[in-house]
């Protein structure tokens, strides 16, 4: 239990903005599903003790399979989620057993093995960590019939990815707040920041994508190709 770590990894979005019949969690990448990559890489990590994995509920016995056939044996648990990726944080949240946990985006199969402890350690010395990188266009605030209304300083703004890490006992605190509060975030840091927790940020890179739209398709084969070549 002593600074062990687990994450939590969450699957269970129906990715209506990809516009595929099939999840796009479940889509191949050089034969593989991409829940399966990233799934991988945290197997593979050797920080990580424990992984629960959050699909949806018509998932579950696939993904149990892929556990199987890919020998992913650190995944102790599979569960359902919720209809917004906090229910389903949470839910994986509650299954967990280690002092510290990561909540990863199961379509983010290319974070790198050295941003994942470098965010552990971030969290060590701070309480908790997020990897983001600086946004490289410039940002405008806009209203809703498109009129400018500021233009922040760029400087101060990042774009913030997955992996999250946090001690576990405080982000359930922060998710139970939530909760109590009616508060529903877009990623987990917002709850803890709410909460009081400090949070820094550590910087990723850009090849950290969420896929989330067909483009991010093209990127991730590329990628995944690139990789295979090298390695052959
Ligand atoms: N109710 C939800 C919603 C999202 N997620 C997961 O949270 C991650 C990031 O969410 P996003 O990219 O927004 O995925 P979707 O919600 O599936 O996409 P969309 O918003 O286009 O429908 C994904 O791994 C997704 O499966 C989840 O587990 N449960
Ligand atoms: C948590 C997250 O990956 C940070 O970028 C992201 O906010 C989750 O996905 P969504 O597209 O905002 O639902």
């Not at 983001?132 to 990815?161: E, F, H, N, Y």
């Not at 877009?186 to 709410?194: G, I, N, V």
Request: charged letters at 25%; hydrophobic letters at 40%.
């Amino acid at each position: 239990m002593s600074n062990s770590v687990g994450v939590v990894i969450v699957a269970a979005g129906r990715g209506t903005r990809m516009g595929t019949t099939e999840s796009k969690q479940y889509l191949l990448l050089q034969g593989k599903p991409i829940i399966v990559h990233t799934l991988e890489v945290f197997q593979q990590h050797e920080l990580i003790s424990e992984i629960v994995l959050v699909t949806g509920e018509e998932d579950l016995e696939r993904c149990r399979e892929w556990i199987q056939v890919y020998k992913l044996d650190k995944v102790k648990a599979i569960v359902p989620g919720g209809t917004e990726r906090q229910h389903s944080v949470y839910s994986g949240l509650i299954k967990l057993h280690t002092q510290w946990v990561m909540v990863h985006d199961g379509v983010r199969p290319f974070v790198q093995s050295f941003e994942i402890a470098a965010c552990y350690e971030r969290a060590r010395e701070i309480g908790a960590a997020v990897l983001a990188v600086p946004v490289k266009d410039t940002i405008k605030q806009v209203d809703g019939g498109g009129k400018v209304l500021s233009t922040p300083d760029r400087r101060s703004l990042w774009a913030i990815q997955t992996p999250q890490t946090f001690r576990l006992s405080d982000l359930l605190e922060a998710y139970e707040a939530a909760e109590r509060d009616g508060i529903l975030g877009t990623d987990d840091s917002s709850l803890a920041e709410r909460a009081g927790i400090p949070v820094s940020v550590v910087e990723g890179s850009y090849r950290n994508i969420k896929i989330t739209t067909p483009d991010d398709l093209d990127f991730a084969e590329f990628t995944v190709r690139n990789r295979g070549e090298r390695q052959s």
